[in-house]
């Protein structure tokens, strides 16, 4: 559902970068861009209290929306 | 939550997390594919850029009503959450990931604090003061599309939002 959130706000002019942890299923459903991230269902942004990693996260989610719809990123664990 | 629900959730948390692969293919299975993609471009630089979150973990305030997960078509609604609200203001409602990670520190789910801190570093203008909490593992998107997301466009073009972070379960 998430992928479809994207895919209109998109339509209607709002860029988006998702966090995805199946690629396959965030590729089908067309979700402009994409992070793939290593981590676990129900922990998308890494474990709790890793501030360190959820920084990272949203600094390539960033990064992520300054770059081309079609995008499919890979998360980096660089700082 | 009912006990039906429990178990629901209990199996589905079991089957997802040991059988990955085969849960990858039942969503799979249960979702149409968009060959084209929509394509959104930011208008302004990103240090100026007002960003909103949305995210499908279940996200909301604890002072609002939990989404219904009793409802075995799952609950499509959203809810609202400001940009000043603090970790122990949020909790997850959720049945098909365990909760009890996001309960602890909601920002594994919901970096609204990460985000302000890139406002407050001067990476994007303002962490948007409206955000988006969903309650994913919906199959039928049917409502959600025709109601819910026309919503939540419509909301983000009113507030200026100029971008969105979205974050899965």
Not at chain 1, 42 to 59: I, L
Not at chain 2, 64 to 77: I, K, T
Not at chain 2, 104 to 125: E, H, N
Request: proline content about 7%.
């Amino acid at each position: 559902m998430l992928g479809l959130y994207a895919r209109a706000l998109e339509v209607s002019h709002i860029p988006t970068a998702m966090v995805t942890l199946f690629p396959e299923i965030t590729d089908k459903v067309g979700a402009p861009r994409t992070l793939h991230v290593p981590f676990k269902m129900g922990r998308p942004c890494g474990e709790p209290f890793d501030f360190e990693t959820r920084k990272k996260v949203v600094d390539q989610l960033l990064e992520l929306l300054t770059l081309p719809p079609g995008t499919r990123a890979i998360y980096q664990d660089k700082s | 939550m009912k006990m039906k629900t429990q178990v629901k959730s209990k199996l589905s948390r079991t089957f997802s997390s040991n059988f990955t692969k085969a849960y990858q293919k039942f969503t799979m299975n249960h979702m149409k594919e968009n060959k084209s993609l929509p394509e959104a471009f930011l208008q302004k630089p990103l240090s100026q850029c007002k960003v909103a979150l949305v995210s499908t973990a279940g996200v909301h305030l604890k002072s609002d009503e939990p989404f219904d997960v009793d409802n075995p078509a799952g609950d499509p609604s959203f809810r609202l959450i400001p940009n000043d609200v603090t970790e122990q203001e949020l909790t997850v409602t959720h049945i098909y990931i365990d909760t009890k990670f996001a309960k602890t520190d909601p920002s594994i789910v919901f970096p609204l604090q990460q985000l302000k801190k890139a406002a407050a570093d001067g990476k994007i203008g303002v962490a948007s003061n409206v955000n988006i909490g969903l309650n994913g593992g919906i199959l039928d998107t049917a409502i959600a599309e025709k109601d819910f997301i026309p919503k939540v466009v419509e909301l983000f073009n009113n507030e200026g939002i100029d971008a969105a972070l979205l974050v899965p379960g």
